[in-house]
């Protein structure tokens, strides 16, 4: 038995999801793929409702890496900012759905489904658009972020394969440009 922690356990969890699906994963057969009993791992997660919600949240951060925290120092207008920001959300949630369709189904399932932790996500999404591009009124970013959905929220994903996905982006953007100062 390797030496168990929850690192170990989320990476062997991730394998496992994107190999076999992950309705034909569960504690048990990741227990199974470590070397030992289901009952080990509740030591470390309280069951797969936990388990699963957390390799969720952090595939999604990994996949989101480049606006947490995103850099703005090539940055010298707002708009431009908060464009480039838009656009390597969509583009990153865009990818990882071409990537890895069962991890971004286990994202679906357990983030975007889940209320307080969709809710955690987006308060997140808000506070890196926030540093992203200086607007402080959460009203207004909550806005830009609802505009965009259509490309980076997991009910849409379908979708984005029967579009132009980045010259529909833009013809988005086209509409909320102007009320972007600066």
């Known amino acids: 038995m390797k030496n168990l922690s929850r690192e170990l356990i ?4 991730h394998r496992m999801v ?5 309705e034909k ?4 057969k990741v227990g199974s793929e470590l070397g030992t009993t289901h009952a080990a791992i509740y030591k470390y997660f309280s069951g797969k409702e936990e388990l699963w919600t ?6 999604l951060d990994r996949e989101l890496s480049s606006i947490f925290p995103f850099d703005t120092d090539k940055y010298s207008s707002t708009k431009d900012s908060v464009h480039d920001w838009l656009w390597i959300l969509s583009r990153s949630k865009y990818e990882a759905y071409m990537r890895e369709p069962e991890m971004f189904k286990l994202y679906t399932a357990y983030i975007d489904r889940n209320p307080a932790v969709l809710a955690r996500h987006i308060g997140d999404l808000v506070g890196s ?10 009203g207004r970013l909550q806005a830009i972020l609802l505009a965009f959905s259509y490309f980076s929220a997991p009910a849409y994903a379908d979708n984005w394969l029967r579009i132009d996905f980045k010259a529909e982006f833009e013809a988005v953007w086209k509409l909320i440009e102007a009320g972007i100062a600066g």
């Open 10 to 13: 989320l990476e062997t969890a």
């Open 18 to 22: 994107v190999e076999q699906g992950m």
């Open 25 to 28: 994963v569960n504690l048990s």
């Open 54 to 59: 957390e390799l969720a949240l952090s595939w």
């Open 129 to 138: 658009l926030r540093a992203a591009s200086g607007i402080e009124d959460v």
